[in-house]
C-alpha cells in the first residue's frame, strides 16, 4: 500500500523484477473446461464468484467464457478497481443455492479457517454448481495478507470430499517449483534486506526459463508429487 502511493516508482519496479518463477500451462483450460460445465448447466447468464482474485483482474480469469464473464462477481476483503464485491469469504454475502459457479484460485493458503470458506461455497453454490481450486503445495512462504497452509494432491481431494471431484491434478510443475526454491535458497544466505531482494532479483532472473518445462511435465503422471500448486 505505501508503494502504491508512488505510482511511478511502482512502474520502474514491476519493469525490473524479474517474471513470476511459476508457470501455470493448465490453468487456462481448466477455465475454459469450467465454463463449459457452468453454461452447459443453465440458459441465463450464470452467476460466478472469484473468490479472492479480484486484485488480480484479468490474469485471474483467462479462458473463461463471455458468458462467464458477464455474470463474474470478483470479490475481495480489500478494495480494488477490479472488486465487484468486498466481503469476508468466511461469509458470503449470497444466498444459500445462488450461484453457478466459483473461482477459488491461490486463496486458501491464506485464511484463518479453509474448512468454513469451503462450507460457505457449498451453501452458496447451487446443486450441480461447479468450483475450480488451485493451492500452492511446493512453493515459497508468502504473506498476502498471512500464509498458513499448503495441499498435496490427496490432501485437496479429501479438503473437498463433499464434493463431487470432475479432475484434479497440478497446475504448475515441478519446474516451477524448482525455479522458486532455487530463488528462496539463494536468497535466505542473507540477512540484509538490500542483499537479499538482490539476490531474488538476480536469481529470478537467471532461473525463471526454468518454469517453462512445466509445458511438458505438468502433465505427466507424477507432476503432482513435485509440484508447484
Known amino acids: ?16 523484477r524479474p517474471p513470476h518463477p511459476f508457470c501455470y500451462p493448465v490453468s487456462r483450460s481448466n477455465r475454459v473446461r469450467f465454463s463449459g460445465i457452468v453454461d452447459s448447466s443453465t440458459d441465463r447468464v450464470p452467476l460466478v464468484l472469484d473468490i479472492g482474485g479480484g486484485r488480480l483482474a484479468a490474469a485471474n480469469i483467462a479462458g473463461l467464457s463471455q458468458r462467464c464473464r458477464r455474470g463474474l ?6 478494495w480494488a478497481a477490479s472488486v465487484g464485491v468486498v466481503a469476508d469469504a468466511h461469509k458470503l454475502p449470497f444466498l444459500d443455492s445462488s450461484v453457478d459457479g466459483v473461482l477459488l484460485q491461490g486463496v486458501l493458503e491464506h485464511v484463518r479457517d479453509a474448512g468454513r470458506i469451503v462450507r460457505e461455497i457449498g451453501r452458496v453454490l447451487r446443486p450441480g454448481g461447479v ?32 464434493f463431487e471431484r470432475v479432475d484434479s491434478g497440478a497446475t504448475a510443475g515441478p519446474s516451477s517449483a524448482l525455479s522458486d526454491i532455487l530463488i528462496e535458497f539463494a536468497a535466505a544466505w542473507f540477512t540484509s ?22 509445458w511438458f511435465l505438468v502433465k505427466k503422471p507424477r507432476a503432482h508429487i513435485a509440484a508447484g500448486a
Open 1 to 16: 500500500q505505501r508503494l502504491s502511493a508512488y505510482p511511478a516508482l511502482l512502474a520502474v519496479i514491476n519493469l525490473i
Open 73 to 78: 462477481v470478483a470479490i475481495d476483503i480489500e
Open 131 to 162: 468450483v475450480y481450486v488451485d493451492i500452492p503445495f511446493l512453493q515459497h512462504y508468502h504473506q498476502d495478507p498471512e500464509d498458513y497452509r499448503r495441499f498435496t494432491a490427496a490432501g485437496l481431494v479429501d479438503f473437498f470430499r463433499d
Open 193 to 214: 534486506p538490500i542483499l537479499y531482494w538482490g539476490t531474488k532479483w538476480f536469481v529470478g532472473w537467471l532461473t525463471f526459463p526454468l518454469k517453462y518445462l512445466d
